[in-house]
């Protein structure tokens, strides 16, 4: 079973920079195309909101449009680490930051939190204007 751990967080202020990352381990090997590996984040009295996706086995991602051209979701040659980058900060982006696994059916809308199976424990990032 899939395995997800985050680190990276802290404090930053507007306009700063911060990458965090998720180690995987435990991957299922099957279900190339469909499983995907995202960041979730959650702020205080908020949802979860997707923030960015990525398809370990096509290497394809997308993005939620607050973020987008801000943030940056890669993975590393061995695909066992998933990294956010995240520029530009600004107070809304503060919040606790979510590594998250879709790597088995039912497979859905990246961005709904329902469909993940695996979280890791989370990440807090904090921006100060």
């Known amino acids: 079973q899939v395995r997800l751990v985050e680190s990276g967080g802290g404090s930053v202020q507007t306009g700063g920079s911060l990458r965090l990352s998720c180690a995987v381990s435990?991957?299922?090997?099957?279900?190339?195309?469909?499983?995907?590996l995202a960041w979730f984040r959650q702020g205080q009295g908020t949802e979860r909101e997707g923030v960015a996706v990525?398809?370990?086995?096509?290497?394809?991602?997308a993005y939620a449009w607050s973020v987008k051209d801000r943030f940056t979701i890669s993975q590393d040659n061995a695909k066992s680490t998933v990294y956010l980058q995240m520029n530009n900060l600004k107070p809304e982006d503060a919040a606790t930051y979510y590594c998250?696994?879709?790597?088995?059916?039912?497979?859905?809308?990246?961005?709904?939190?329902?469909?993940?199976?695996?979280w890791g424990q989370g990440t807090q990032v904090t921006v100060s204007s």
């Open positions: 998250a696994a879709n790597d088995r059916p039912p497979f859905g809308p990246w961005s709904r939190a329902s469909f993940y199976t695996t």
């Open positions: 990525i398809y370990p086995g096509t290497g394809m991602t």
């Open positions: 435990g991957a299922d090997s099957g279900y190339t195309r469909e499983r995907k």
